[in-house]
């Protein structure tokens, strides 16, 4: 029976040959298979790259938007500095315009002042002419002051005047006036009248006798134009001539 005897040998041949087995291996950690554990460590991975490619992108964004808004704050601020700058040349140029605006009004009142100190000065000039040309068209007239200075000097030591007087009436009436003063002073008058004298006489011409310069004195502070001569033995004489001329 070969074919009995063929299927032995390989029965036999095919038991000699060694037997492979396919075995996994089987752990565990904290209670979960380790074949879990490679897939979450996988996932974590693959999260933990995703993660960084997010943050490496939101860093750059980051970066960018904060370039950009230096940037922008760099020009804001470029930008109000040029505009401060313009505004600090425009307040320079108007201040330049006030100074130089201030100074020509200076100018011009200084120009004004002495404009109207000049004018002041021929206004004064004018009143003292205006002045001295009432006093020269007026008549002479003693103040009832200086007939009273007259009289205190005349009285107790003159005891008689002689007053001569011009044809002239402006003349006879300052005549009037100091025979008035003397009168008041307890002193008698002799007037004379000397009708036209040539030369003509001006102001007072005044002689009289030692002993009685006060009553000269007198005559000559009521009246400066008097000229006064002492001559001894004299009677107290008094001669009025016209008004001196203004000028």
């Keep these: ?26 752990g565990s950690m904290w209670g979960y298979s380790l074949a ?12 933990g790259m995703l993660c960084g490619a997010v943050a490496v992108f939101l860093t750059g964004i980051s970066s960018f938007i904060s370039l950009r808004t230096s940037a922008i704050a760099q020009a804001d601020t470029q930008q109000a500095t040029a505009e401060a700058q313009a505004e600090g040349k425009r307040a320079g ?12 009004l200076e100018t011009q009142t200084a120009s004004l002042q002495a404009a109207n100190t000049q004018l002041q000065i021929r206004l004064e000039e004018e009143r003292i002419n205006r002045l001295r040309l009432q006093v020269a068209i007026s008549s002479r007239h003693l103040t009832p002051e200086q007939m009273d200075t007259i009289a205190d000097a005349v009285r107790g030591r003159i005891s008689n005047v002689i007053i001569a007087y011009t044809s002239d009436a402006e003349s006879l009436a300052f005549a009037q006036d100091i025979a008035f003063a003397v009168q008041k002073g307890g002193s008698a008058i002799t007037a004379e009248g000397s009708g036209m004298m040539v030369p003509t006489p001006y102001g007072l011409a005044v002689t009289l006798p030692p002993g009685v310069e006060t009553f000269g004195e007198a005559l000559k502070a009521v009246y400066p134009e008097t000229r006064l001569t002492f001559s001894a033995n004299a009677q107290p004489y008094i001669l009025v001539g016209h008004k001196p001329p203004p000028f």
């Design 36 to 47: 879990l554990w490679d897939k979450v460590s996988l996932w974590a991975l693959i999260i």
């Design 93 to 104: 140029a108007v201040a330049a315009q006030a100074t130089e605006r201030t100074s020509a």
């Design 1 to 26: 029976m070969p074919n009995g005897a063929d299927d032995m040998s390989a029965m036999s041949a095919s038991s000699n040959k060694p037997t492979i087995v396919n075995k996994r291996i089987v």
